[in-house]
């Protein structure tokens, strides 16, 4: 943080959060490493962000909708695939997907790259559904769509059955 940033927070009695490259809180699940930028701890739990690097030809989950929260994504790198009930959209870097509550939506890498996007959550809702499947894959439960819906209802999301 540069002087006059830290100058301004002192002044304005605000703390600022930086997290900066390598840091932040990791999630791996399966071939999908997140990076929690910010779990809403810093945003009165208004917004949460984060970073997600999908492996090649990696599935997302269940199509579902989400009742509480808005989701955006920020293509950084690559192409993911959205499929918003029986449409697919091709992402590719520097495209902003954003999902309302209530739209059915699910995305995948369907290519032979990586690709990185950027998540946001607001309210900041679904940044422990991420790590409820991470405690689950580590107690041994394999990630299977059963398991991602089941803690989907934890979080105001349920699966878009009618486009399943």
Do not use: C, W
């Amino acid at each position: 943080m540069t002087d006059e940033a830290k100058n301004d927070e002192k002044n304005s009695g605000a703390t600022v959060s930086v997290v900066r490259p390598g840091e932040g809180e990791s999630i791996m699940l399966g071939a999908t490493r997140m990076r929690v930028l910010e779990d809403g701890s810093n945003t009165g739990h208004r917004l949460g962000i984060a970073e997600s690097v999908l492996a090649p030809y990696t599935p997302g989950p269940p199509q579902h909708q989400h009742a509480q929260h808005d989701e955006g994504f920020y293509i950084i790198s690559g192409t993911v695939r959205f499929t918003v009930g029986d449409t697919d959209y091709d992402a590719a870097a520097g495209t902003l997907v954003m999902v309302p509550p209530g739209a059915p939506h699910t995305f995948a890498n369907i290519t032979g790259q990586p690709a990185v996007m950027l998540s946001t959550f607001t309210p900041d809702l679904y940044v422990q559904y991420f790590r409820d499947l991470q405690d689950m894959i580590a107690g041994g439960r394999e990630l299977t769509p059963q398991v991602n819906v089941e803690v989907m209802s934890h979080y105001a999301t349920e699966p878009a059955t009618d486009f399943a």
